[in-house]
């Protein structure tokens, strides 16, 4: 199913990296579609066949390379999956440009925030095992956990996954390095003590890392083991994920994609920010994880979370919210940037999606539980939008498999 990689030598005049970056963090990067259109009826399928996608794949591959070339990306790897099954695995590119060695699909990049998506699955897990409770106040869990605000009694432990805690924004200090560090946990939560509210506890939601961050500790108050540990045990070896990883010590050279500057390439990315956006992973990795949200917590038999936890993460989390500043459509869920997006939803299709950029990489996960696809994408830049090359090669597979007549207008 792999093929050999494709060399990209980059070329100028693309976005920036920092510009991509706020446009991620945001949620704003456009979708769009970069073929051409039909207005056809998107329910007018051609039969309920399975395709082998070679249509797709090989429409995907030109996107791939010209996405890389076009933004100077050194390497990307993805994975299409259907239902439970992985369809597709490759990697592009180089991840040593003085030896010109290929990427692989064991090739480990940083998913950056798409970690978030474990980190809800371990909140998740204690929830279904009688643990925590998503609506119980955090200080239950936490009694060291205050803030300068009084309402800080208030958040519980839905609003450090919905976004909605009110905490004032990101503690930058050594969230991304290049050494590791096992206390970047406790320094937020010491951050946070000096810290006011922004807007009070479920007011509204506004995307928030460090929410994610004090999920690490939740976990080893509750469990006794460090959040790396739960992960470990309870997430990636149950799903096989055995490549998987989070960057707690040197990465030995030639197993992951560095960044490059120009052609110097980059020390190893160190995200401390564990929860938040630390997992080092591969796509043909996470497509055990959407297999196993796309087979109603099952995987391999085995039922490692609840349907009613699935259903729960995908249940939009702003429709009550007093107040909605910035209109967030896709409607943020417990993990997911958002439960419907714009450019599968314009084809009628429902998406859960999670993008991920660090100062390095830049990645997108899309989950379509009607469809029984998922598909997940990184590699060593934002510029070459993951999330746009997401929606093209999920559009193209509904439009092969028959779900759409062609590819609907932008």
């Known amino acids: 199913m792999n093929q050999p990689p494709v060399s990209i030598h980059p070329v100028h005049g693309h976005p920036t990296r920092r510009d991509l970056l706020k446009l991620g963090a945001l949620g704003l990067l456009v979708p769009t579609w970069l073929t051409g259109c039909s207005d056809s009826d998107p329910d007018s399928g051609h039969g309920g066949s399975t395709p082998d996608y070679s249509a797709t794949i090989a429409d995907a591959r030109v996107a791939i390379v010209k996405a890389m070339s076009d933004s100077g990306t050194p390497s990307v790897s993805v994975a299409l999956i259907e239902r439970d099954r992985l369809v597709w695995a490759e990697a592009f590119g180089t991840i040593d440009k003085a030896t010109n060695t290929a990427a692989s699909t064991e090739t480990l990049f940083c998913i950056g925030s798409c970690s978030k998506i474990l980190a809800t699955l371990a909140v998740m897990m204690l929830s279904d095992r009688g643990l925590v409770r998503l609506d119980e106040p955090l200080v239950t869990y936490l009694p060291g956990f205050n803030m300068a605000s009084p309402d800080y009694t208030r958040i519980t432990v839905r609003m450090l996954l919905?976004?909605?805690?009110?905490?004032?924004?990101?503690?930058?200090?050594?969230?991304?390095?290049?050494?590791?560090?096992?206390?970047?946990?406790?320094?937020?939560?010491?951050?946070?003590?000096?810290?006011?509210?922004?807007?009070?506890?479920?007011?509204m939601s506004v995307y928030c890392n460090d929410g994610f961050t004090l999920v690490e500790l939740l976990v080893q108050a509750v469990t006794g083991q460090t959040y790396i540990q739960f992960v470990t045990q309870n997430i990636l070896l149950p799903l096989g994920m055995t490549r998987s990883r989070f960057a707690t010590e040197p990465f030995a050279p030639g197993s992951f994609a560095p960044g490059y500057d120009g052609d110097t390439q980059l020390p190893q990315e160190f995200p401390n920010i564990h929860g938040s956006g630390g997992l080092y992973s591969t796509p043909a990795e996470m497509a055990s994880?959407?297999?196993?949200?796309?087979?109603?917590?099952?995987?391999?038999?085995?039922?490692?979370?609840?349907?009613a936890s699935i259903a729960a993460m995908a249940r939009n989390q702003t429709t009550v919210q007093p107040l909605q500043p910035v209109v967030v459509t896709d409607g943020y869920g417990l993990g997911w940037d958002g439960v419907h997006q714009d450019g599968l939803a314009a084809a009628g299709v429902t998406a859960?999606?999670?993008?991920?950029?660090?100062?390095?990489?830049?990645?997108?996960f899309f989950v379509l539980p009607d469809e029984g696809l998922a598909l997940m994408i990184t590699g060593t830049s934002t510029a070459y939008r993951p999330g746009m090359l997401a929606e093209r090669i999920l559009l193209q597979a509904l439009v092969e498999r028959g779900r759409l007549a062609a590819l609907p207008c932008p």
Not at 163 to 179: C, L
Not at 354 to 364: E, I
């Open 162 to 203: 919905n976004h909605s805690s009110g905490f004032p924004g990101f503690d930058f200090r050594d969230a991304i390095g290049t050494a590791p560090r096992t206390d970047y946990a406790a320094q937020v939560m010491q951050t946070l003590a000096k810290a006011r509210l922004k807007h009070a506890p479920d007011e």
């Open 352 to 364: 859960w999606h999670k993008n991920g950029g660090t100062f390095v990489y830049g990645s997108d």
């Open 289 to 307: 994880l959407a297999r196993m949200l796309l087979n109603q917590g099952v995987f391999n038999g085995k039922q490692l979370l609840s349907t």
